[in-house]
């Protein structure tokens, strides 16, 4: 594994070794239960608990009131979007949504709609992945409580304009959630605070550890929506109960503080390293980018390969690098990616399609040695599939 090349940091970051320098003294010496409130132990995990937040809160720019820790992302979305079940508010039970946001989203939706009693509207977007914002304006109701839409692809790294979509609704009395997980140390995430009133957040992304996540909530004191998952033990302002995890929050601080701190540069390094890749990919014959032309992560890449079995060039490329077709979540469905269909891709360049995600330990050697590799597995794909020899005819 030390020859492989990993460029799949949309699936998961390695933890950097400062984040878990940060979280080790909360495993065998600051152990105690932060909700112990009668004895050291407990007050001086509460204590780190609390500079955790205030550090993540002017990471971010936001007031630490305002988030609540959660087991990762998936939950968080959990959170949000079954607080906009039809038992829990009188002004309607509809909500707007896009065909490309990740499963965590469609499978929720799928799931109030069989048994919340909520009606969904889902979104179409363009060839580029850009959500249609007439359609959007179509879709708005009387009984129109949310409209969900990521801020960033994890399979295109297409950033939606969200300052738009809160422009289009202003006044209207719906609100805005966003799954911004990808885009947490990667891009400015003023758009998303300044347009969204919830939005959410996984630590394995930017560098800290699996197994947390965190909720923000505009105002979360006025904002009466947010209900419970998860009960039991009445911590975090009874919104959700169960022990909090004092390392993967300590070290959440960390990690997002390490990334804002690298901030621009870092983010410029990508864009660099990421155009290089594109740039030698696409010299590659009937080879098509995913997301062109507009705003993307500095980070991601998706390219399709004409006359190439998607699964087989991943099956080939394992052996040098770590790649994928799409979302981890979904990655043993053998379906196209419901993204590219959505973007209008046929099912068979919707097939073909890798996703390369670079990360803080991606350098310029290692894009030097992915280019020819995948060009000579693509190669191999295509020299034994027939209608690559009759293109031409």
Sequence with gaps: MNNRIYLDYNATTPCDQKVVDH???FFSELYGNPSSAHHSYGWLTKEAIEDSNKLIANSLGVSAEDLIYTSGATESINMVLKSFSSKFNLKGSHIITCKTEHKAVLDTLGFMEKYEGVTVTYLDVDAHGLVDLDQLKEAVRPETILISIMHSNNETGVIQPLR???QMVKGKNIYIFSDATQSLGKVDLDDVFDSVDFTCFSAHKVYGAKG???V???NK???????SLIQGGGQQKRLRGGTLNTPGIAGFA???ELSIALGKKEQNRLIHLRNKLESGLLEIEDSFLNGRSV???PNTLNISFAYVDGFKLLSALSKYMAVSNGSACNSANENPSHVLLAMGLDHS???SSIRFSLGRFTTDYDIDRVIPIVEQEVAKQRDSNILWERRLF
Excluded at 221 to 227: G, S
């Design 295 to 297: 705003e993307r992560l």
């Design 216 to 218: 923000y909530v505009k």
């Design 254 to 256: 960390k990690a997002i």
């Design 164 to 166: 738009k979509i809160r």
């Design 221 to 227: 004191f006025e904002n009466k929506v947010l209900q």
């Design 212 to 214: 947390v996540g965190l």
């Design 349 to 351: 360049l919707a097939f």
């Design 23 to 25: 979280m080790r003294p």
